[in-house]
Structure formats: C-alpha cells, structure tokens
C-alpha cells in the first residue's frame, strides 16, 4: 500500500515569550506533525544582547550532535547559522554573514529537504542562503525522533530575547509560501483560534497571496519591508513658506489603516498610459493618496528642506501637480517584466533620483521618519506594494479578533 504524509503545521508559541540564555521550551516528537522527508520552521524573533558565546534558537534532537533542524546564532555578532544531521557529518549547514540587530523584531524561516538536497533560509521574507548537497547519491539528511527544543539546548546555551509565531511544517515551504507567512504575519492573525485557521486556508486557496499584476488605476498600500509599517500620513505638516504647508509622510502602523495608508497608482503627465494597463518595472508613475487626494511627493534639500531627526530628503504630499510628485519603480531581483503584488521595489524620486527610505527612528508622537535617501542598495530602501484588495480581504478577519 502506498503511504501519504498529509501537509500538517503547528503553531507551538503564538504570542511572544521572553526567554534568557538558560530557558527552554521542549516539544515531543509525538506532538509535532510527522515528517517524511521535508521540513520547514518559521518564527519571530528579537534578540535584547548578543551572546559570547553560541546561541541555540531552535535544536531538534536526542543529543548534542543530533540536529535536524538546527538553528544558532554566532557568538558576538549573532549572525544566523541554520543546521541539519548529515549521513557523513553530524553539522552540516551554513553561517550567514549578515548579523541581527538588537531589540529588532525579524521573521526567520528555515526549509529543509532530502529530496531537493537543500537547505534554504529567508529573513523578513527574503531568500538569504542555501546549502545544496553535493554527493546527491549517497550523502543524506538524517531526520530524528527527538525533542524540538527552542533556547537551551544539551550543551548550548539559548538566546537573550523574544520568540513568538513558532511554526512547524512537514513540508518544505516554497518562497511563495514563505513570503505568505511573512505577510500574514504583518497582519497579526491569531492562528490559535480555530476559525481564524478557516478563514486564513480560506484565502490561500482562493489565491490571496498569489502574485497578481499591478495595474494602472489599481488601489495599493506601500509596505517598508524591514519595520513593516505602512506609507501613511497623520496631517501633520511641513511649513516650506508662505502658502506651501505640505503633509508629512510617515510610517505608521503595523495594523492598516483603510483611510490613510491607501494609494490609487496613475501614470505620470504625458505617458498615455491607459487604466487598468500593467505597470512596467523601471517605469515612472504617480501615487494618488485616496484619503488627501494629494500626491506622494518630495523636494531637493534648498533651504533647510529636510527630515526632522535625520535631516534627509523630505517626502510629502503636495497638492500641486509637478514633476516632483513622479516616481520610477525598480523591482531588487529584476527590472524586467510587469509589477506584481508583494513584489520586493524600490521607488525613486526622478527629480532628485534619491529612493525612498525609513527606519526605525521614531517622530515624537511614535510614527516613522520617511524620507528619500541612499543609492537604493539598503534594506532600508524596501519596501513592497500590495493590492488593495488583499487588504480589503483583510479587514474581514479583523472583525473576528
């Protein structure tokens, strides 16, 4: 008779739980989803203090040598080190070079499979590294029945930090679903109330999160990729002289705001674009604010016109239609072909051909600082763009939370 391993997942920590170096929780085999060959583990996770020394996130195993999965952080500098048991080595895996900083929320997810031989991981949705088995004839991942542990595990001690959205999947997740997860974690779905699991498959299946063209006309919000807070504005205004007070974009909530956060994209003055057209990558557009009315806009610097706190290049939203309020989309992985909802984008004032960015630094009423700087290479210049409609979507499960 043939066996089939049913896709299953577990969520083991919803919330966030605060863990020191010597704290552990422990998960027994048997109430993980069973595993064949594939395997992947997502989760949320800020680090308060780097450690001297190595630092377990997560260890699946009966020993210290036995670890599929395995994840680490690097001593000092707490870069990622995602791990499995090989049938010729016992750690097996790959050290990135990018380090996590402190006090800074990340999702991280880890995929695994013996019939692809790789080993891939992705942070904040982004593909970061792979492990691919080389000798696909005879080396092996070894899976295990042991214990998953998250902290301290045997010999190693744990992370200084917090963790919640812990999720254990018997299959190994593609980039697609990886950025679902990413996402659906932006918008705080509670996943331990059953109902909400409904809806969430509900939408899956009905394609949500598959990649759907941007057009022209199209409804949008602007997501800044490493805070996930959302292009917004709260009416606030910068005082550039005599009849010219502009609104202050920010970054504002991790939670949509269905008034402030929404932009209709249209073509800029003399592109003939026609509505509901795809928008090309590399090409110049203008962003709408729906609740203003105004366009997303920014300004070179003359004058003392920059950024409270970091003194940037200002962006606003201006009421005055120039040129000013045109923007050229370049897609981080490829320019070519069309946009489409969740792509990963930089835009770039054309005026001044400075991108957008943000950070974490905070105004003084909490939201974001938002301005034009850098050469669009930063994380900081991420953001990604998402139809309306899944936003929309949305706000039907807020109603249940």
């Known amino acids: 008779m043939v066996k089939y391993v049913v896709r299953e997942w577990a969520e083991l920590i919803s919330d966030p739980i605060s863990l020191e170096i010597k704290d552990q929780r422990v998960f027994e085999h ?51 080190n995602p791990r499995f048991s090989g049938n010729w080595r016992d750690s097996v895996g790959m050290d990135i070079s990018d380090g996590l900083s402190l006090n800074k929320w990340y999702h991280i997810a880890y995929t695994l499979s013996e019939p692809e031989k790789r080993l891939d991981l992705y942070k904040d949705g982004d593909w970061v590294g792979f492990y691919g088995i080389n000798d696909v004839k005879t080396q092996k991942i070894v899976f295990n029945e042991g214990p998953l542990h998250i902290g301290r595990a045997f010999s190693y001690n744990g992370f200084d930090g917090e963790i919640s959205n812990v999720r254990y999947f018997n299959w190994r997740l593609s980039p697609e679903e990886v950025k679902e997860d990413f996402f659906v974690r932006n918008f705080r779905i509670d996943f331990r109330h059953k109902l909400l699991q409904v809806i969430y498959f509900y939408i899956i299946k009905k394609n949500v999160f598959q990649k759907k063209p941007i057009v022209h006309g199209s409804k949008v919000t602007l997501v800044h990729v490493s805070t996930r807070k959302y292009l917004s504005t709260k009416g606030i205004k910068y005082d550039l002289g005599l009849n010219n007070r502009q609104h202050m974009v920010i970054g504002n909530e991790q939670e949509i705001d269905l008034k402030n956060d929404v932009w209709t994209i249209i073509g800029a003055k003399g592109t003939g674009v026609n509505k509901g057209g795809p928008v090309s990558l590399d090409t110049i557009v203008v962003f709408k604010h729906q609740a203003t009315g105004y366009n997303l806009h920014s300004h070179d610097m003359s004058h003392e016109k920059f950024t409270p706190i970091s003194r940037h290049q200002q962006v606003t939203l201006c009421g005055i239609i120039n040129t000013d309020d045109e923007w050229r989309i370049r897609r981080f992985d490829d320019d070519s072909g069309h946009l489409m909802s969740g792509d990963i984008i930089s835009l770039f004032h054309v005026n001044t051909n400075k991108p957008l960015y943000s950070h974490s630094i905070l105004l003084g009423d909490g939201s974001q600082e938002v301005s034009c700087h850098g050469d669009g290479s930063e994380t900081n210049n991420k953001v990604t763009m998402l139809n309306y409609e899944l936003n929309d979507k949305f706000s039907f499960i807020y109603c249940f939370l």
């Open 30 to 80: 048997a109430d993980l989803p069973v595993v064949s060959d594939k395997l992947s583990v997502t989760l949320r996770l800020k680090i308060r203090s780097h450690t001297s020394g190595l630092a377990t996130i997560l260890q699946k195993g009966t020993g210290k040598t036995v670890r599929t999965p395995g994840l680490w952080l690097s001593a000092n500098k707490s870069t990622l």
